[in-house]
């Protein structure tokens, strides 16, 4: 079974700019979660979706930050303008039909604003 | 405020030198308690889900407890591929099915 895809790996950008990552789910997995870990933390849920629906966005910074499902396989989270305090490695987690015991993450995006 | 608070942040052991992490949680109504492994560069990888206090799992090197405030992982007799970060997650009553982590504890073993 192939894992959750995420690219980039690594971006780096300047603060103000804009930046989207891309995440591929496990296939069939109607739950897709975008996690921010900042250095030495643990992750935190920026948003859930349920196929393509949202779920949860209460911890997403809405005035900069977006996401979306199409058609509920693929999603892209995007930033636009970047603060220094975005730097962080952004993780994608897919379940199915939330069931959090098949709760696959990839392995992230890092991403570095200067 | 759900909160998930675990220590040390970092700890060294020598090879075979057996120790636990702690997790201790204040959340308003546990589902289940996560404990995950994750190393530089990678996603977290999940170890065990523990539902009720009393509850214990293991794996390999590894043993996870729960108790009505708190969880311990205990590692017996560690090599240096057990080197990683442990993360402990809880998930909570009520919205959506999400998992709330603490910041993680270091463990580095030396040969």
């Known amino acids: 079974e192939a894992g959750v895809a995420q690219s980039p790996r690594y971006k780096i950008i300047e603060k103000r700019q804009s930046v989207a990552f891309w995440c591929n789910p496990i296939s069939g997995h109607a739950t897709l979660y975008w996690y921010q870990q900042i250095l030495g933390q643990g992750p935190k849920l920026l948003i859930q979706f349920q196929n393509n629906g949202v779920v949860d966005d209460s911890q997403l910074p809405k005035d900069r930050f977006s996401a979306e499902r199409l058609k509920g396989v693929d999603s892209t989270l995007k930033i636009q303008p970047a603060k220094l305090e975005d730097s962080a490695v952004y993780l994608c987690?897919?379940?199915?039909?939330?069931?959090?015991?098949?709760?696959?993450f990839g392995s992230g995006t890092r991403l570095t604003v200067v | 405020e759900d909160q998930v608070t675990q220590s040390p942040e970092a700890l060294r052991l020598q090879e075979g030198e057996s120790s636990s992490l702690n997790c201790s949680y204040t959340?308003?109504?546990?589902?289940?308690l996560f404990w995950y492994r994750q190393d530089p560069g990678k996603g977290p990888e999940f170890l065990f889900t523990l539902y009720s206090a009393g509850e214990e799992k293991e794996k390999e090197r590894l043993k996870a407890t729960l108790t009505k405030k708190e969880s311990f992982l205990h590692i017996t007799a560690p090599k240096p591929e057990d080197s990683a970060t442990y993360l402990c997650a809880v998930h909570v009553q009520g919205g959506s099915e999400k998992l709330v982590f603490g910041k993680g504890t270091k463990l580095t073993v030396n040969p």
């Open positions: 987690a897919s379940s199915l039909n939330r069931n959090l015991y098949g709760y696959t």
């Open positions: 959340v308003s109504g546990l589902r289940g």
